[in-house]
């Protein structure tokens, strides 16, 4: 089977002076996981080289450059999931680990499902993943918003379309599909709130007679609808990602929710959408095998 990859950098309003930067990122992740793939590699290492790529770039909410919380902190939330065996690995409100989702990929290799807290930093140290002090994944861009920020009333961030979750969805070419999320949140979010995109069936799922998901936006409303795992259960009818993904979009829109996916089908179909200003986001066209990335200045 010809493998296929999808990433995305976030559906939100992104600032003009940074729609190049999203989506030259973008492409960059999507190289990454597509050399993986195109050695012969599984979905489940491309997945997770493209997310780390993102996390790595400070031009998205994930990683260096995270948004900070209402303390001014960097805390991180990822998740993976192995299409072929269902094996899934989150972590949440992590401190000081660059690469959240490598510590995910950990959790899932484990004998666990999801590590919170001081819990997984804990696991982090045990398994060898880097970790940093927290501080320095505080990028200056982000310093300077959340001083910005400071007092000001931010409880209808989700007005703002603040969105900037990274993710990648893959089939490789064995027929299996793996999906990664990760993010630093919401801006200005208060001690404890945790997003769509470290809950499996929520930000992100994966089953190979389905499809592979990964979701961005406004988590309070992806979470209720189980928006992922919406697309996937569409796919496996039949019906192509494209319009899978078009379905579950008409689902959020009619709660008032704003957001976008990726998806890549059991046949190698890509879907992507978005019902904000922006989504950054790069894949290869199945059918030309030319990288279609956006969004456009």
């Given at each position: 089977?010809k493998?296929?990859m999808?990433?995305h ?10 729609l ?15 050399a ?32 900070l919380n ?11 999931m ?9 972590v949440?409100?992590v ?27 804990r696991?982090a ?11 320095a ?15 000001l ?15 990648a ?32 069936g929520?930000?992100?799922y ?37 319009q899978?993904a078009e ?12 957001g ?38």
């Amino acid at each position: 089977m010809k493998p296929v990859m999808a990433v995305h950098g976030g559906a939100w309003a992104i600032p003009d002076d940074l729609l190049q930067a999203h989506k030259d990122g973008c492409i960059e992740a999507l190289e990454r996981g597509l050399a993986i793939l195109d050695a012969g590699g599984a979905s489940l290492d491309a997945v997770e080289a493209a997310v780390v790529v993102m996390e790595d770039d400070e031009t998205f909410d994930a990683g260096f450059g995270s948004f900070l919380n209402v303390e001014g902190e960097v805390s991180l939330d990822a998740a993976m999931m192995d299409g072929k065996t269902l094996a899934t690995g989150a972590v949440v409100d992590v401190r000081g680990v660059p690469n959240a989702v490598q510590l995910a990929r950990h959790v899932l290799a484990s004998q666990h499902a999801v590590l919170v807290g001081e819990g997984a930093q804990r696991f982090a140290l045990q398994q060898d993943v880097i970790v940093c002090d927290p501080g320095a994944l505080v990028s200056p861009r982000e310093r300077q918003r959340w001083e910005t920020m400071k007092g000001l009333d931010t409880s209808a961030w989700a007005a703002e379309l603040f969105g900037d979750t990274v993710g990648a969805v893959a089939l490789d070419q064995h027929g299996n599909l793996a999906a990664a999320t990760s993010t630093g949140g919401s801006p200005m979010k208060p001690l404890g709130r945790v997003g769509d995109s470290p809950f499996v069936g929520a930000g992100l799922y994966a089953r190979n007679a389905m499809a592979a998901v990964s979701t961005t936006g406004h988590g309070e409303l992806i979470i209720p609808l189980v928006w992922s795992k919406t697309a996937a259960d569409l796919a496996g009818t039949g019906i192509p990602a494209q319009q899978a993904a078009e379905d579950a979009l008409g689902q959020l829109e009619a709660i008032g929710g704003r957001g976008g996916m990726i998806v890549t089908d059991a046949e190698g179909r890509i879907g992507v959408v978005w019902n904000t200003p922006h989504m950054a986001f790069a894949y290869r066209d199945p059918a030309t095998g030319e990288v279609v990335a956006g969004p456009d200045a």
